[in-house]
C-alpha cells in the first residue's frame, strides 16, 4: 500500500515546464548554470585534441536518440537515459557538460520538452550534476580497479545510477524551494528514481563495454587505465569519419525505435494533478516540433522525422562547437597568432 501511494504521486520526469519553479529558484540555477557552462568552455577549448570534435558530436546526437526511449517503470510511468556518466566517462568532464548542455538546451528550444524559464535547472539537473558527478565518482573507481573489465563494468553502473539519483535530489530540491511539499516530493523522487537508475547504469555499462572491445584507443579518459599509450597512438581522419558515420548509424537506428517506446507519462504531470498545481504550468510561447512530432503528421513516423531532425541538429551543433573551440586554441596556442 505504501508503494503504491509513493507511485500515486511520482515526480518523474525531470524535465521542469515553466511555472513548477517560482521566479527565484528559476533565476538562481541559470545563474550557476552559466558559470559552470562557461567554466566548460573554457576548460573544454584548451583540451580538444582531433580525435575529441566528432565523438563529441556522436555522443551528443545518440544521447539526444536514447532519451527519446523511454522504458516502463512501476505503476504505469516510464524513464528514460540522461546520459551525463556516460558522456563525462568517454569524454571527460567539461566536454561532457558541454554536449549535456546541448542536449537538453535544443529538447527545450526545438520541443518544448521542458520550460525556458527552467531551462536553467533543467540543464543544471541533467546535464551538469549527472556528468560532474559520474566523473568524480567514476575516475576514483577506475583508478582502483585498474581497468579489469569487471571494474569498468562496475563504474559504469554505479557512475550512471548515482547520477540519476542526484538529478531527481537536485529536481525535488527545486520543487519544494518553489512550495511544493517536501515530504511528499523527495521520497518520490528517490524511490522511482532508484528503479530508473538501474537502466542508467545498464545502459552506461554497455557503452562503455562497446567502446573498450573496439576502439578504446579513441576515448582518451578510458584509454589512459586500459593502455597508457592508446591515446598517444595517430589516428586518421578517415578512421574518424568512419567512426562517425557508425555513431550516427547507430543513433539514427535508435530514432527508429522511437515510436516503440514506452506511452506511459511521466509522473510530474500526475502528482501535478494530484496536488493541484497542475494550472501553474505555462504553455510555451512558441511551437516548433511539439511532443516529438512535426506538425501535420501523425503516427510513428512523424516521431522517427521529429528525432531524425532533432538528432541531426544537435550533432551539427555540438561539432560546430567543437571545431570553434579548436580553432580558437590552436589560434591562441600558436606563437605567431597576434
Known amino acids: 500500500m505504501f508503494a503504491q501511494w509513493l507511485v500515486d504521486r511520482l515526480v518523474l520526469g525531470l524535465h521542469i515546464p515553466d511555472g513548477f519553479l517560482s ?12 558559470l559552470v557552462v562557461t567554466i566548460a568552455v573554457n576548460k573544454t577549448s584548451k583540451s580538444l585534441n582531433e580525435r ?28 528514460h537515459l540522461l546520459g551525463g556518466a556516460l558522456a563525462a566517462l568517454l ?10 548542455t546541448c542536449v537538453v538546451g535544443l529538447q527545450a528550444l ?31 573507481l577506475l583508478r582502483a580497479f585498474g581497468g579489469r573489465p569487471w571494474g569498468l563494468a562496475l563504474t559504469g ?5 548515482v547520477s540519476v539519483m542526484l538529478g531527481a535530489a537536485l529536481t525535488a530540491l527545486q520543487l519544494s524551494l518553489s512550495g511544493l511539499a517536501a515530504a511528499i516530493v523527495f521520497p518520490a523522487m528517490l524511490f522511482v528514481h532508484a528503479f530508473i537508475g538501474i537502466g542508467e547504469g545498464l545502459i552506461t555499462m554497455a557503452a562503455i563495454a562497446f567502446v573498450v572491445s573496439t576502439r578504446p584507443d579513441l576515448v582518451d579518459s578510458l584509454a589512459v587505465y586500459l593502455d597508457p599509450t592508446a591515446a598517444q597512438r595517430p589516428i586518421s581522419r578517415g578512421l574518424l569519419g568512419a567512426v562517425t558515420g557508425f555513431g550516427l548509424a547507430i543513433a539514427l537506428g535508435a530514432t527508429l525505435l522511437a515510436p516503440l517506446a514506452s506511452g506511459d507519462p511521466d509522473g510530474l504531470e500526475r502528482v501535478a494533478e ?23 503528421l501523425e503516427g510513428g513516423f512523424s516521431t522517427i522525422l ?7 541538429i544537435v550533432f551539427a551543433l555540438v561539432y560546430g562547437i567543437t571545431m570553434m573551440l579548436r580553432g580558437r ?7 605567431h597568432h597576434k
Open 306 to 312: 521529429a528525432g531524425i531532425v532533432g538528432l541531426l
Open 52 to 79: 575529441q570534435v566528432p565523438l563529441m558530436g556522436v555522443m551528443a546526437a545518440f544521447i539526444f536518440a536514447a532519451q527519446m526511449l523511454n522504458f516502463p517503470v512501476l505503476g504505469g510511468t516510464s524513464g
Open 329 to 335: 586554441n590552436t589560434a591562441t596556442s600558436d606563437p
Open 274 to 296: 494530484d496536488q493541484g498545481f497542475i494550472d501553474r504550468a505555462q504553455d510555451a510561447p512558441f511551437n516548433l516540433l511539439p511532443d516529438y512530432a512535426i506538425p501535420g
Open 110 to 140: 526545438l520541443f518544448q520538452d521542458g520550460g525556458l524559464l527552467a531551462m536553467g535547472a533543467n540543464i543544471f539537473n541533467m546535464g551538469i550534476a549527472t556528468t560532474l558527478v559520474g566523473y568524480g565518482l567514476g575516475v576514483p
Open 157 to 161: 553502473f554505479v557512475a550512471g545510477w
Open 91 to 100: 569524454l571527460g568532464p567539461w566536454a561532457g557538460v558541454l554536449v549535456m
Open 23 to 34: 521566479v527565484p529558484v528559476a533565476l538562481a540555477w541559470w545563474i550557476l548554470t552559466i
